[in-house]
């Protein structure tokens, strides 16, 4: 069951570039791309942590600021060669609005 709830107004993320929500203890990185395409993944780079959110957004794919691994947005895996993924969270936009389902967040930290 989905629990979608409004986080914030997509014009809060800049074009190729990224906001974080808090849930609890999880950051959670919003982004936004040229083509105004939204999407979440936990703020933690699969390599070493490092917050994707201060990455490089491009098409896509999101460069890690620690050490160049580039995130596929819609995913959050690696692309390869780089192996691992971050975990990747529904969202959607209606009416200028950013949705997040809780329900997904809440059951991948449980």
Partial sequence: MNQWTDILD??????????????????????RNADDEIFALEDRCPHKGG????GIVHGKKVTCPLHGWNIELDSGCAVAP???CAREYPVKLEGGRVWLDLAAVEHATA
Avoid: E, K, M
Avoid at 13 to 28: E, K, N, Y
């Fill in 10 to 31: 997509v014009n809060d993320i800049p074009r190729l570039g990224a906001r974080v929500v808090r849930h609890g203890s999880l950051d959670i990185a919003v982004f």
């Fill in 51 to 54: 917050p994707l959110s201060q």
């Fill in 82 to 84: 780089d192996q691992g």
